[in-house]
C-alpha cells in the first residue's frame, strides 16, 4: 500500500458498510412494497417479496438462489468420484509395463518366474497393490511407478481430511511421513482428552498448536473451534464415500492400508474419524450425492466437492429467509462470494442495507395487534409519488394548468410570516432580504447569504374550505377486474393533496361493499379483498352526508368510484340487505340519499368503472338528480380524475 508524502495511505475499506457505495434506493423501494401492500399483500410479505425479486440494480434472493443450484447441479453434472481409483490403476498399469518389459529380453528362469508372479496378480486393483508390496522390481521405472501410488494414496486421503496436504505432501519424504503420523498421534490424544473433560484442556491446544500448527491455516482459536473445521471436512470425506460404490469404497478401504507404505496412517486416521463423528454428531455423516459427469476427482477434491455442495445447501438455506428470526445479515457473504463471485456479494450486501434502512428509517411499526404495517412516514412517501404520478398525468391534458399551486390562493392580509414546510404562498421578498442582512450583520459577515429561516411568506387567508368524501366501493368485483391498486393509489394521491396543499379541508375516506364504514388512510392502504357479495352505496351516502352535515361552513365535495350498480342497503335495524338484479326498495333507498346530500349543496361526481349497461344507467341518474356528473376513466387515469375533479369543484 503506498504512502503518500503528507502521511496518508489508500486501500480496500474493510471496517463495515463502504462509505462511498450509492445509497439503497428506498423511495423505489417503498414504492414497490407500497403496490404489494395495496393490492393486498401485508407488508412483511411485501418487504419479503421485494428482497427476493430484487431492484433494478441488484439481484433478488431468488436470483441468487437460482444461481446457487445451478452451481450445485453443474458440480454434480461434470464431476465423478473415483479419479484416485483411476490414478492408482493407470500408475499400476505403468509399473506392471515397465517390469515386463525389463524382464522380457532376460533369458534366464528367474526372469520367467518374475513374469508369472506378475501374471497372476489378483484382478483387484486394491489385491494387486498389496500383492506386490514385496515385490522386488528389477526395472527403476516400475519401482518408481508403485512408489508414486503409495505416495498418491497417502497424500489423497490426508487431503480429503486437511484440505491443501496434497500439495504440502508432493515429494514428502520418510521423515515427512513421520511428521504426519506424530501430528495425527498427538491431535487423536487432544480430542481424547477434550471428550474426557481435561482440566488442563486449553494449555494441551496450546501446546499442540505450537508444535503442529502449520498444518491448520483456518488458525483455530481453541479446541472447539479446531474440532469444528476438522469435523466438516471429515463428515464431506464420509458423505464422498457414501456416494461411491460398494466396490469402490472396499478397494479405497484396502487401498488405505498401503498409503506412504505404512499402516499407521490407515489406522490414525479412522481413530480421528471416529472421535470427529462422536464429538459433532450433528454435522451430515450419512447422506449421499450422485455424480454423473466425466471428470474423475481424487479423494481430496472430491472431499472438497461435497464440502462445497453443503456450502452451498446452507447459503440456499439463508437465502430462503424461511427460519424464524432470519434475517439477511445471516448470509455468509465470504462463502457466497466463494460460490459465486464478488457481484453476488454486492448484490447480497445492497439487499441487506435495503433492508436495513426500510427498517431504521421507520417505514415500518407495529399495529396494536401486534401486525407489521406501514408507518405514516412511508404513507406520505406513498403519498408523495401517488400525487406525482397524478399532476404529470393533469399536466399532459391539453387545457389544462398545473394544479402543484392549486391550494395557494387567498387574499393577502399584508402581514407576513416565518416560512413552514408546505407553505405554497409567495415569499415576501423586501423582509426575507432583510431578516438576511441582519442576521449576517449580527454574526460579522460582510457577506449577505439567505438562510432557510430567513425568509418570510406573505400570509393570505383562505376564501373557502372543502368537507370531502371520497367513497370507494370494495366489492369483490373490484379485486377481480384488477381495480383494487388504482382505486387505493386514487385515494392516496388525494388524501396527499388534501394534506399538504388544503389542510384547513376535511377529507373522509369511506369503503362501501356489503357494509360501508369510515376508514383512515392506513386501513384503507393495507385493506384486503374479500368475497362478500353487496354493492351498498346506500349506506356510503349515508355516511357521505353525515361527514358533510359535521362541517356546515365548509364547501361540500363527494366523489364515487364504483364498479357495480347498488345490490344492497341498510335497513333500520342496522343490518344490510342484499339482492341481485337490485329490487325497487334498493334503488328508491339510494336515490333518496343522494336527494338528502343534494340538499346539502352537494353534487355527486361518480367515477364509472366498466361499462354495465345498468351501472351506466343508475350513475346517469345519481348525476342528474345531485348536480353532478359522470366521468368513465380507464384505470390508469383514475387518479387523475378524481384529483382533478375535486379541484374542479373546489375552484367552483
Known sequence: MPLLPEGYAYGPWHDGPDPLAPPADLRDALDEIGRDVMDGASPRSALEELLRRGTERTAGLDELTRRLWQRRSEIRRRHRLDGTLEEVQRLLREALDAERRELFPDPDDEARFREAQLDALPPGTAAAVRELN???????????????????????????????????????????????????????????????????????FAEFMRRHGEFFPENPRNVD????????????????????????????????????????????????????????????????????????LGLGEGAQAMAD?????????????????????????????????????????R?????????????????????????????????????????????????????????????????????RFGDMQPWDVPR???????????????????????????????????????????????????????????????HQLISTRFRNDALQLI?????????????????EGTWEQGTNAHHALLLAGRHLRRHPDAQPVVLMVTDGEPTAHLEPDGEAEFCYPPEPRTIHKTLSEVDRIAKLGASVTVFRLGDDPRLEAFVDIIARRSGGRVVAPDLDGLGAAVVGDYLRTRRR
Open 134 to 204: 514385496e515385490y522386488d522390481w528389477r526395472s527403476a521405472e516400475a519401482r518408481d511407478k508403485y512408489g508414486q501410488i503409495r505416495d498418491l494414496l497417502g497424500r489423497e486421503m490426508l487431503d480429503a481430511r486437511f484440505q491443501g496436504m496434497k500439495q504440502a505432501m508432493e515429494n514428502a519424504g520418510p521423515q515427512d511421513v513421520e511428521q504426519i503420523n506424530q501430528m495425527l498421534g498427538d491431535l487423536n490424544a487432544l480430542l481424547s482428552a477434550h471428550a474426557q473433560g481435561a482440566s488442563d484442556i486449553d494449555e494441551r
Open 225 to 296: 473451534e479446531l474440532i469444528d473445521v476438522l469435523a466438516a471436512r471429515s463428515a464431506a470425506a464420509q458423505r464422498m464415500l457414501n456416494s461411491m460404490s460398494e466396490e469402490q469404497r472396499a478397494e479405497l478401504a484396502e487401498l488405505a492400508q498401503q498409503a506412504f507404505g505404512d499402516p499407521r496412517l490407515a489406522q490414525q486416521l479412522s481413530n480421528l474419524d471416529s472421535q470427529l463423528r462422536a464429538l459433532r454428531p450433528g454435522e451430515d455423516w450419512t447422506s449421499s450425492e450422485r455424480f454423473r459427469g466425466q471428470d474423475p
Open 309 to 349: 455442495l453443503a456450502e452451498l445447501d446452507a447459503l440456499a438455506e439463508q437465502l430462503g429467509q424461511s427460519y424464524p428470526g432470519a434475517r439477511l445479515e445471516d448470509i455468509d457473504l465470504e462463502a457466497l462470494e466463494s460460490q459465486l463471485g464478488p457481484d453476488a456479494g454486492v448484490d447480497a450486501r
Open 351 to 419: 439487499l441487506s442495507e435495503l433492508e436495513r434502512e426500510l427498517r431504521r428509517q421507520g417505514l415500518f411499526e407495529r399495529a396494536a395487534d401486534g401486525t407489521l404495517r406501514l408507518s405514516p412516514k412511508a404513507l406520505r412517501r406513498l403519498g408523495e409519488t401517488a400525487l406525482s404520478d397524478v399532476v404529470n398525468a393533469l399536466r399532459g391534458k391539453t387545457g389544462e394548468r398545473e394544479t402543484e399551486s392549486a391550494g395557494a390562493a387567498g387574499e393577502p392580509t399584508g402581514a407576513s410570516r416565518a416560512w
Open 432 to 494: 426575507t432580504v432583510r431578516n438576511a442582512v441582519l442576521r449576517s450583520a449580527a454574526v460579522g459577515s460582510s457577506a449577505v447569504r439567505l438562510d432557510v429561516e430567513d425568509v418570510e411568506v406573505v400570509e393570505t387567508e383562505h376564501r373557502s374550505r372543502a368537507a370531502v368524501a371520497l367513497l370507494v366501493d370494495t366489492s369483490w368485483s373490484m379485486v377481480q377486474e384488477g381495480r383494487w391498486l388504482p382505486m387505493k393509489r386514487t385515494a392516496l394521491a388525494l
Open 511 to 527: 369503503t362501501f361493499g356489503r357494509y360501508a364504514m369510515p376508514v383512515e388512510l392506513p386501513e384503507l392502504v393495507g385493506l
